[in-house]
């Protein structure tokens, strides 16, 4: 079946230095591709998105890119801050109705 | 958090129990659906609506049911409760964009 594939698992990152998440998709009809910030006892929340028409949005310290031909797409962080600490999803979608979702990445920042 | 409630919002229950956890939302959302969290997982799709009385399965059904005759409330049965059930459930709405969906608080379920 259809899959997206998240790395790292963890990722652990100083305060102010950078932090990247990689995803991997294999449904060539993915067209949206959001991605979530989940903190403790939460619900995942929207953070930034993408769509296949575009290969780079940035939102002050975030950005992602997305390589359509390679099927994969990154979220970066910038200038971390504690924070920024939270479990992040990435999402595949050929319209919303049906969206696949990574596996998730922990990030620790330290102070 | 796109105006969506789910209840309760903790519980533990014993070994083939029914269960019904309820999503509630306020937007008139056509699109609702049910996730299940587990570590290692991410959220793997259970049930979803398009419309009232209108449902398909998802991923991970089995031992699942879900009900929607209004509008606003979509409800998830576990018909009898298994350990393997135990986990966190969140119901999401697809936004009127029509592709980004928004996830309620969660239910945190406990089979013992």
């Known amino acids: 079946g259809e899959n997206v594939e998240q790395h790292p698992s963890t990722l652990s990152v100083q305060e102010g230095d950078s932090a990247v998440i990689k995803c991997t998709y294999s449904d060539s009809a993915s067209n949206y591709f959001p991605w979530y910030k989940q903190e403790l006892g939460k619900g995942p929340q929207l953070i930034i998105d993408i769509r296949s028409n575009v290969g780079e949005k940035k939102d002050q310290r975030i950005a992602v890119t997305l390589n359509k031909t390679a099927k994969h797409f990154s979220l970066h962080i910038t200038e971390t801050q504690p924070e920024d600490s939270a479990v992040y999803f990435c999402?595949?979608?050929?319209?919303?109705?049906?969206?696949?979702f990574g596996a998730g990445t922990r990030l620790f920042v330290k102070a | 958090d796109a105006g969506i409630t789910q209840s309760p919002r903790h519980k533990v229950t014993e070994t083939g129990t029914p269960v019904t956890l309820r999503c509630h939302q306020t937007?008139?959302?056509?699109?609702m659906y049910w996730y299940r969290q587990d570590p290692g997982h991410g959220l793997r799709l259970i049930h979803y609506s398009y419309g009232v009385k209108d449902t398909d399965k998802g991923e991970v059904s089995d031992g699942y049911s879900v009900s929607r005759s209004k509008t606003e409330d979509f409800l998830l049965t576990l018909e009898s409760a298994t350990s393997s059930q135990t986990s966190v459930y969140f119901c999401a709405i697809l936004g009127q964009g029509a592709d980004t969906q928004y996830f309620g608080p969660g239910t945190r379920l406990t089979v013992l």
């Open positions: 937007e008139n959302h056509r699109y």
């Open positions: 999402a595949a979608s050929t319209g919303g109705f049906k969206t696949i």
